[in-house]
């Protein structure tokens, strides 16, 4: 049931007679006569309870998304806009108002209401420069940890050193995931010496180290000397363990290693 | 509870299972081996002692020594002296924090 009207004067003509004052021209779409008794005499295309578009008889014509940025709103906006103009999705919950000047120059973003004046100039949008920049900001910022998520866990996966990586790189990593990646591609024992890792327990050749992985995460491990040949090791063991002996009886299985081990090297 | 690096003999007087006995012997005596060194915890007389080990990762391991007792090896640690008796070999587990879960440290 498609409408041909794309100005004020031809949906004139269509509301006479018994649909003078609304006609239907789509699901859940009417074209309606607004102000009855004022001079004003606007005719709105309505799809449910939204005046979607509004025609003055000046020619001004006002674009309203009521805050419903659907496909249907769009696709009755297009379907009832005179060309050039069309409405457009960009980005998420956001509508671009076009005027054939191509795709990468739309003529206002409708924010919630926009008005077409009668000699081309609009009213009442946003910037639409400011949204295709905000849109690309966002897409951005959503990708970028992703692809060095993927970067970084492929060189954990190779294997191979990089030799670019310092540690004040990797503190600087704001991602989790990638910093941890980063740490593996360094070297987790090398990092954790280097990074300056808080001490929080010690006993006899055990070491209990933190380093805070984010504001509410820590990364722990027990740094343990070789009593016969003085060489370091350092083992990961996981957040709950908060002394040397019980991060030592997780890293065993056991139920009370210092006591118990007899020899040691 | 005798510890070398990563690996540690606990002494039991349980029983060797006896899927053990009769298939997991290994013959060269490695109680544990380097998978990224290549360096193997082993005995160092075979003839002193016995490991007996399930092939998948994780699962049960013993060594059996003799009356003469048997001295444990490995290329980065000093030898550690088992007495004789039956012992549960574990080895040490790692938290991997970009898996977010435990594993078996890997020499």
Known sequence: MKYDGRNYQELDAKLQGRCRESRKIGNHTYAQRRNRYSKEGVIAILLHNTDILSFYPNGDIKVNTGGWHTVTTRARMNDYLPRPYTVSGYGRGRTML??????????????DSVLIKADGSTEGGGNALDVIAEVKREKLEAVRPRNRARYWINKVREGKPSPKLTVATILEEENQTVRLAMMRVFGFERFILDSGAKVIDQKADYELLELPLDRWNVLRALKMKCSTTGAVYINQVPPHCHEVPSALDWMFDTKDYLGQVTQQT | MIRQGDVLFIPTTDAIPEYLTERGKNEKGIVMEGEATGHHHRIANLEAAEVFRSGWAGGESFVRVSDQGVSIVHEEHAPVQLPAGNYRVKIAREYDYLANA??????
Request: net charge negative; charged share 25%.
């Open chain 2, 102 to 107: 435990a594993r078996f440290s890997r020499d």
């Open chain 1, 98 to 111: 076009y005027n054939g000047n191509g795709w990468d120059n739309p003529l206002s973003a409708v924010d």
